[in-house]
């Protein structure tokens, strides 16, 4: 079959007459600030091998970022922010029932958590990269929460959650702060415990319980950066805002590549923009969405818990990566040929695939062969 003439079957988009691909939804922006270097912003999971979603996720970021500077004639690079902040064990007090966490960061350490970003990423981005032409950065949260620019934006954050929580959190106005023990790195999951103690411009003071060690203060200082500063941990709606301030502050566009499912948390985020005076908001780029039998977006966590499959006779390869039976190139070549199927139209693209259907695109373009999209 002439896999050019293989296209995705999807309803008519309200965008459809105004927008012939997505990276256009970056022009307006472009040609009302004049940049000419554009970073494309995108987060890198590692508590477990990669699924499909995740890899489209990132084959979208890197096509992405390709035709925008061929479309733009602009410089490109793609900033990934690894998630070692993420959950790597879990407990619950035995004496107040709340649930605690410590980060993969806390559990594992730096040189661990390198290790699983090369073996998780490692040889696929560098394939994507090459293919593409795109150069990419990994950096870890904490990496990233331990500079001056990311404290100052949390301190400030800090100043206006009286307006943000309801922002954040609207059905409830309780914005999760969960500041680690410093002593063994578990953390309140949904930081029931903490309490803000003081916040100004340059430092903040805020109180804690750890199930082990008792109550203790964690004191945030803008200038106290790298491994000695205290740990920020909030939750993840507020842990974005953050970030996107923090990038906005880079002299180049900055975009924001997320998953489909991220639109509706998206809204709250543009609101809380909203709170900052003279804040602008940054520009977003929504990437397909890879779903399970029951219609559910893969997730890692129901992976695990045995709670999501890929429909019947769909590659072991969907669910976990590292089953891919080929090399890190020919898989890098597979989710390049597919994205560009999906990308080939924004109705194409802005939408969910179950694996069944992708299992059908891939075999109907011939690309499990190598046949060119």
């Known amino acids: 079959m002439d896999s050019t003439r293989v296209v995705p079957v999807s309803p008519v988009s309200v965008t459809t007459g105004a927008v012939e691909h997505s ?3 970056i022009r307006p922006r472009l040609l009302a600030t004049g940049h000419e270097r554009v970073s494309l912003y995108a987060g890198v999971q590692i508590n477990g091998a990669p699924h499909l979603g995740t890899s489209v996720m990132q084959a979208s970021a890197f096509l992405l970022a390709q035709v925008a500077r061929d479309r733009f ?3 490109v690079v793609l900033r990934f922010g690894a998630l070692d902040n993420s959950a790597c064990e879990t407990r619950r007090c035995p004496r107040t029932g709340t649930l605690y966490e410590r980060s993969f960061h806390h559990a594992l350490g730096g040189e661990r958590v390198d ?4 073996t998780y990423y490692g040889g696929f981005f560098d394939a994507l990269s090459a293919a593409t032409g ?3 950065e ?9 500079r001056r620019d990311f404290r100052q934006e949390f301190l400030d ?3 206006r959650m009286d307006a943000l929580r309801w922002v954040l959190a609207p059905s409830h106005g309780k914005v999760p702060l969960s500041p680690p023990c410093p002593r063994c790195g578990w953390a309140q999951k949904q930081g029931e415990a903490t309490e803000l103690l003081t916040a100004g411009p340059d430092r903040a003071e805020l109180a804690a319980v750890c199930p082990d060690h008792g109550g203790y203060t964690v004191r945030v200082r803008a200038d106290d950066e790298g491994a000695d500063g205290a740990y920020i941990s909030s939750g993840t709606l507020h842990r974005n805002l953050l970030k996107e301030r923090v990038a906005a502050r880079e002299d180049a566009l900055a975009v924001v590549v997320k998953g489909a499912d991220w639109a509706a948390g998206c809204r709250l985020l543009d609101e809380a923009f909203l709170c900052c005076p003279g804040a602008v908001l940054p520009v977003r780029l929504f990437t397909p969405v890879v779903l399970s039998t029951s219609g559910a977006k893969l997730s890692k966590s129901l992976i695990r818990a045995g709670r999501t499959e890929a429909t019947a006779d769909s590659a072991p390869w969907m669910l976990d990566a590292g089953a891919w039976p080929g090399t890190s190139e020919e898989y890098a070549r597979l989710l390049l040929d597919l994205v560009s199927l999906m990308m080939s139209e924004p109705r194409h693209f802005e939408r969910g695939y179950t694996t069944l259907e992708v299992a059908r695109l891939i075999d109907a373009a011939g690309l499990r062969t190598g046949a060119p999209v």
């Open 73 to 75: 004639g602009v410089e």
């Open 115 to 118: 290790e699983l970003i090369r």
């Open 138 to 146: 990994t950096e870890t949260y904490t990496r990233q929460q331990s």
């Open 134 to 136: 795109v150069p990419y």
């Open 23 to 25: 990276v256009d939804f």
């Open 157 to 159: 954050s800090l100043l």
